[in-house]
Every structure is written in C-alpha cells, then in structure tokens.
C-alpha cells in the first residue's frame, strides 16, 4: 500500500516535467540571466565587467527612466480605470437580456483577437490629420479636423490610450459579463420586489457581488497596461518627444536600439519589482474590500 502510495507521486511528477522544463527555460533562467547582467556593464559586442549597484543608481537620477515611469503610470491608470468602468457598463447592458446577445458577445471580443499590429495600422490611419476617418467625421459636424492625434505630446498617450481601451474591452467585459452570471437572480428579483431601483440593485447586490470578479480585471488590466509595446511601437515610436515612451518600450530601446544590455537589465529587474509590488498591494487591499459571500 506505502509502495502505490509512493508511486502515484511519482507518476505525477513525470506529467509535470514538459510544463515544468518549458517553464524553466524560457522564464526561470531568463529571469535570473537578467538579474545577473543588470550588475554588469554589458554593451553588445564588449566584454561585461561587474559594476554592481551602479546601473540601478544611475537610473534613479536620469530624467528619462523617471518620465517613462510616470508615462507608465498615466498609460496603466488611463486604461485600467476608463477601460474597466466602459467594459462593466456594457456588461451590465448585456446582462439584462437584450436581443442577439451572442452576436454582441462576438463583436465586441473580435477586436482582442486580431494580431496588435494590423489593427494598429488601421488605428494609425485614421489618427491622421485631415485625411483619417475621425479627422473627417470632425470636420464633417463643423469641427477642427487638423488635429495631430499621435504627433502631438499631448495627445499622443491619450490616443494610445483610446486604441488599448478599444483593443481589450471585448475581453475585459467578457470578465465582467461571467461574473455577473453567477450573481443569482433571486437576490434581484427580491430586490424589485422590495422596490428597490436598478441603481439601487447595482450599487448594494451587483457590485459587491461582482467585486472578487473586479479585483482580478483590476490585476489582469494593470500586468496588460504595464506589459504594454506592441501598440506604441506601432502607432508612435515612444514619441513624440518621449510622450509615449513606457518602460517597457525604454527597455526595448535600451536593450535592441543602443544595445546596452547591462542598463536594460536592470532596468527590467525594476519593472519586474514593480510589477510584483503593485500586485501584491492589489491583493493587499482586496482582503478588506473584497466580498466573497458567506
């Protein structure tokens, strides 16, 4: 008995190598590669030499490293915020049954399909100035319609911001949309009863019953948000004048444009930290704000 008690462990552990040597190759020992080289001085094509703490102490004083954080900031708080409150808003719409739900369902996730790149190609051209679709539309109602949407430092992150938004709603209020599916009906029917209003029902069954599903849309979209490089690549570059430049797009300038691999080390290792930080907060705060029924 000891002996098939041993043995079933065994067997299991045997079914976990390929995921677990997967996992060990390209996230485990690239993990700690970086962390090794952001104590070196590592150009492409030079010799590495340890140089310590040094890297991380000159990034806490260069100008750049702290705007691209703040843009990160700004790009991370604008989606996650504008995105969920549309994506929740929509899903509450849905939830009450309207006609070809299913159809809806379709459209609004297609978008988060389609490869990043194609649908910002689209997203670039309509963002030009007098000859873009939204350029058009504006001067057709009497508008300004010479408006640089992605050559502008002002408008340029909030563009960004729209087309992300509008890239990931679909899933987001997929998320929402199964939340509010295991919400019983009872409580709301007894809720109409009772003579309470929608906004009533909302606010005092809807959304604390929804809020374990809103802590992890909140975590799921701020990993995304900060993750974020493919759309700014594509639509501004990081410009202009590093309006849009995140740190994951600095590490990648860094990293493949200057080649200074040492410097975008650390610089990572610091995203990293953050990233991990700003997750653990999240679950911090969610053990008292957070209603798991019961």
């Given at each position: 008995?000891?002996?098939?008690?041993?043995?079933?462990?065994?067997?299991?552990?045997?079914?976990?190598?390929?995921?677990?040597?997967?996992?060990?190759?390209?996230?485990?020992?690239?993990?700690?590669?970086?962390?090794?080289?952001?104590?070196?001085?590592?150009?492409?094509?030079?010799?590495?030499?340890?140089?310590?703490?040094?890297?991380y102490q000159q990034l806490l004083t260069t100008a750049l490293f702290w705007q691209s954080l703040k843009v990160t900031f700004l790009f991370a708080l604008g989606v996650v915020v504008f995105g969920s409150a549309i994506s929740l808003l929509f899903a509450v719409l849905l939830y009450q049954g309207i006609r070809a739900v299913g159809l809806f369902r379709a459209l609004f996730f297609l978008p988060y399909v389609m490869p990043v790149v194609a649908t910002s190609t689209v997203w670039l051209w309509m963002y030009q100035p007098s000859v873009g679709i939204i350029d058009r539309i504006l001067g057709l109602i009497g508008l300004p319609n010479n408006i640089g949407w992605v050559n502008e430092p002002t408008l340029a992150l909030i563009s960004v911001i729209i087309y992300t938004i509008w890239f990931s709603f679909g899933f987001t209020m997929l998320l929402f949309l199964a939340g509010l599916t295991n919400i019983p009906r009872e409580l709301l029917e007894a809720a109409q009863v009772d003579g309470a209003s929608g906004w009533h029902q909302f606010w005092h069954i809807i959304w604390p019953l929804l809020s374990p599903t809103t802590l992890f849309v909140i975590v799921i979209n701020t990993i995304n948000a900060f993750q974020t490089f493919t759309q700014i690549y594509a639509l501004t570059r990081g410009g202009p004048l590093n309006g849009t430049t995140t740190l994951t797009y600095l590490i990648y300038e860094m990293a493949f444009n200057y080649f200074h691999f040492g410097e975008a080390s650390a610089q990572a290792v610091i995203f990293f930290a953050l990233i991990l930080g700003l997750t653990g907060l999240q679950f911090w705060v969610s053990r008292r704000s957070i209603y798991y029924g019961g």
């Open positions: 008995m000891n002996a098939k008690a041993s043995y079933v462990p065994r067997q299991g552990f045997w079914y976990l190598v390929p995921s677990l040597s997967v996992f060990t190759v390209f996230w485990i020992i690239p993990l700690f590669l970086v962390i090794g080289y952001s104590f070196f001085h590592f150009i492409y094509g030079t010799h590495p030499h340890f140089v310590g703490f040094s890297q």
